[in-house]
C-alpha cells in the first residue's frame, strides 16, 4: 500500500502569511492527489483534485503543485476562516491519506 | 447535487458486527464509473480509509482491515453497506460514506459493552 506523508503536523501562522504544507507519497502516484480541509464536526471537504486542480467555488488562495512522490499545497494569505486540519489524499493505488496538518492562527 | 446519508447504530458492543448503510440522493449509484468509499475518522485523529465499491459489485479494501470488512451495494435501493466484525474499542470512530467528490456527514459509532 501506498503509504502519504504530510507535514508539518501542525502549524501556526498570521493572518495574511503564505503557508505551505508538503506531502510525499511512498511511491509514485502521478498526479493522482486530493486536498482536503476539514473543520471540527464537519465531513472533509475538497479544496484540489489532481494535484492541482482548483475545485469549484473555492477561493483561489488555495493551490496545489507536484506530480511523483512530492506535493505542495499553499494557501497564499491565510484567512480566519481557513483554520482547519487538512489532509492530503492519494487515488492512484486504492486510497491512503495523510496525517493530516493542523493549522491555526498565531 | 449528489447527497450521502449514512445510517446504523450509534452504539455497538464489543466482538460484534458493526453494519452501516449509506444513502445515495440527487443522483444513480449505478451511472458512471465512480467508486463508493466507506471512510472513518477515530476521535481526535486523522482519516482511514476502509474501503470502497463500483456498482457492479467489485470491491477494494484496506488491507489492514480486510479481514473484517464486507461491502455491498443495492443498486435497487441506491445504497451501499459496510460490515465491519469483531469490532473492539478501537473501531470507535465517526463513520463517513463518500464518493469522489461528495461526503455524507458522518455518524459516531462507538463501541463498548
Known amino acids: 500500500d501506498i503509504q502519504m506523508t504530510q507535514s508539518p503536523s501542525s502549524l501556526s501562522a498570521s493572518v495574511g502569511d503564505r503557508v505551505t504544507i508538503t506531502c510525499q507519497a511512498s511511491q509514485d502516484i502521478s498526479n493522482y492527489l486530493n486536498w482536503y480541509q476539514q473543520k471540527p464536526g464537519k465531513a472533509p471537504k475538497l479544496l484540489i483534485y489532481?494535484?492541482?486542480n482548483l475545485e469549484t467555488g473555492v477561493p483561489s488562495r488555495f493551490s496545489g503543485s507536484g506530480s511523483g512522490t512530492d506535493f505542495t499545497f499553499t494557501i497564499s494569505s491565510l484567512q480566519p476562516e481557513d483554520i482547519a486540519t487538512y489532509y492530503c489524499?492519494?487515488?492512484?493505488?486504492?486510497?491512503?491519506f495523510g496525517g493530516g496538518t493542523k493549522v491555526e492562527i498565531k | 447535487q449528489v447527497q450521502l446519508q449514512e445510517s446504523g447504530p450509534g452504539l455497538v458492543k464489543p466482538s460484534q458486527t458493526l453494519s452501516l448503510t449509506c444513502t445515495v440522493s440527487g443522483g444513480s449509484i449505478s451511472s458512471g464509473d465512480y467508486y463508493w468509499s466507506w471512510i472513518r475518522q477515530p476521535p481526535g485523529k486523522g482519516l482511514e480509509w476502509i474501503g470502497y465499491i463500483y456498482y457492479s459489485g467489485s470491491t477494494y479494501y484496506n488491507p489492514s482491515l480486510k479481514s473484517r470488512v464486507t461491502i455491498s451495494v443495492d443498486t435497487s435501493k441506491n445504497q451501499f453497506s459496510l460490515k465491519l466484525s469483531s469490532v473492539t474499542a478501537a473501531d470507535t470512530a465517526v463513520y463517513y460514506c463518500?464518493?469522489?467528490?461528495?461526503w455524507g456527514q458522518g455518524t459516531l459509532v462507538t463501541v463498548s459493552s
Open positions: 463518500a464518493t469522489p467528490g461528495y
Open positions: 489532481d494535484a492541482s
Open positions: 489524499q492519494q487515488y492512484d493505488n486504492l486510497l491512503s
